[in-house]
Structure formats: C-alpha cells, structure tokens
C-alpha cells in the first residue's frame, strides 16, 4: 500500500495550494481519504474528509470555507486545496486511507506560507 503526496510548497499568504495524493495497493474508492494537518510543534489536525465513491466530503469547521478535498477516480489520486493562505496554514499535510483493512498514511507535504 502507499500513498504519495505531491511535494513541498511555498507561497505567499492569499494565494491557495493543491496537495495531491496518489493511491496505490488498495481500493480508492472503498476507502475514506481524510487530510491532517501539523503546524510546527502542534499535533495533527483533521482537515476534512472525502469518499471517493460518490465525492461526498465533510470538513471540520474551521476549514469549512477554505478548504476543499477532491478525487479523481481515474486517477486513484485526491487533493486537497486551500485558498487565502495564512502564515498559520504552515506545517505538514498528511492524506491518509483509512477502511476494513486499516489505515495507511502518505509521507507527508510541507507547505510554508510566508511573506
């Protein structure tokens, strides 16, 4: 199994990011795919949700209205995008399967937001 994220970023607070994920060794679309977020020194935080099958997501409430989570099914890859960044959207974004057989994270994508 392995999930491989996109690699490190850097921008400027008020633009937006995409962070891909891409699925291999298990199923994409009869797993949950759910992005986590760790600012330096702090613990995960969960993002959001998405269920590949039908796209439906569901998003923590504090990313409600910047964050948005898709999959693309032919591709077995999701992606999470966050728009009008902030130097505290900085740390690590992890995307992680989780179903019946467990659950199986990526390796991580550092986004720096800074001006």
């Known amino acids: 199994v392995q999930l491989v994220q996109s690699g490190a970023e850097a921008r400027k607070p008020g633009t937006s990011v995409k962070v891909s994920c891409k699925v291999s060794?298990?199923?994409?679309?009869?797993?949950?795919l759910d992005w986590i977020r760790q600012a330096p020194g702090q613990g995960f935080e969960w993002m959001g949700r998405?269920?590949?099958?039908?796209?439906?997501?569901k998003y923590a409430q504090k990313f409600l209205y910047r964050v948005r989570i898709t999959a693309d099914t032919s591709t077995n890859t999701a992606y999470v995008e966050v728009i009008n960044l902030r130097s505290e959207d900085t740390g690590v974004y992890f995307c992680?399967?989780?179903?019946?057989?467990?659950?199986?994270w990526g390796q991580g994508t550092q986004v720096a937001v800074s001006s």
């Open positions: 992680a399967s989780r179903g019946t057989k467990g659950v199986f």
């Open positions: 060794g298990i199923s994409f679309i009869n797993n949950y």
């Open positions: 998405i269920d590949p099958e039908d796209g439906g997501t």
